[in-house]
């Protein structure tokens, strides 16, 4: 399956969503278990305190021990997989007016690939009012990154020279789209600069992802696929740029701890291939 390095990004995000939303019902079955066994010992007259302690530390363990081999397993399956789940998921938009829901729709659809539908709804987010600013700057990331997607890195950069550069405000996400947008443009010292930025950010945990739900289950989930996603594809692009500028050990350091940190197997040939044809 020939996937481009944009689409191995989107995939790996879409992976890691798979993977958190496993573990939640996985967290939710043990706690349903637990419940009708407390159920159980209370009815059978012969509650203890130790047995009920006794009881909830073997399911802890369950979920903290078992719990990630079982949703990874599940989870981290080839891309073929990965790309037949996305393609069965049938996102809604709830309501048009809801600036939180129209944004985490516009990222989804990117997320899956459907850029035209994904700028749509950005424009029915930015003709809305009184948006908070963190929400706007997050909009304009997708539109920037949804440009990367079909090579057009100077349309990129120019989004975010005009909105986000220019605001004096910088985090993870923001200097990772563009140090790739200058690493698509040749630009490999500006490259560098900006993916040397975003994983000092990355490592100061300032990710760059607002809270545009109420509930703070929805934030988490939207945290925890960008947090994954950087923690492999900066150190995979500072490789590539310490690569094309001619530091071979710092490539190599770098692509080494991208390969180890990406959770899913058998994305790690893709990165070795991509990286291998440069």
Known sequence: MEIKETGLIRLYMANLEQHFVLKRAFALALILILTLNFLLIFLSGNVKLNLLLFTVLIYAGIYFVLGEFITGFIAFRSPEVI?????????????????????????????????????????????LKYLPMEMIRFAYLILADSYLEEDKSGRALKIL???????????????????????????????????????????????????????????SELK??????????????????????????????FFRTAVVLCRNKHLRPLLKKSFNSM
């Open 161 to 219: 020279k005009d909105h986000i550069v220019k605001k004096d405000s910088s985090d993870s996400i923001s200097q990772f789209i563009y140090g790739r947008a200058f690493f698509e443009q040749g630009i490999y010292d500006k490259a560098l600069q900006a993916l040397e930025q975003s994983w000092e950010h990355f490592l100061s945990r300032n990710f760059g992802v607002p809270n545009i739900f109420p509930s703070r289950l929805k934030n």
């Open 224 to 253: 925890t696929v960008y947090r994954g996603t950087l923690e492999v594809f900066i150190p995979y692009y500072l490789a590539k740029a310490y690569l094309m500028l001619g530091n071979r050990k710092k490539a190599a350091d």
């Open 83 to 127: 790309a037949g789940r996305v393609s069965r998921q049938r996102l809604n938009l709830k309501d048009d007016t809801d600036a939180g829901e129209l944004i985490y729709y516009a990222f989804k659809k990117f997320r899956n690939g459907n850029i035209e539908e994904c700028r749509e709804a950005l424009s029915k987010f930015f003709a």
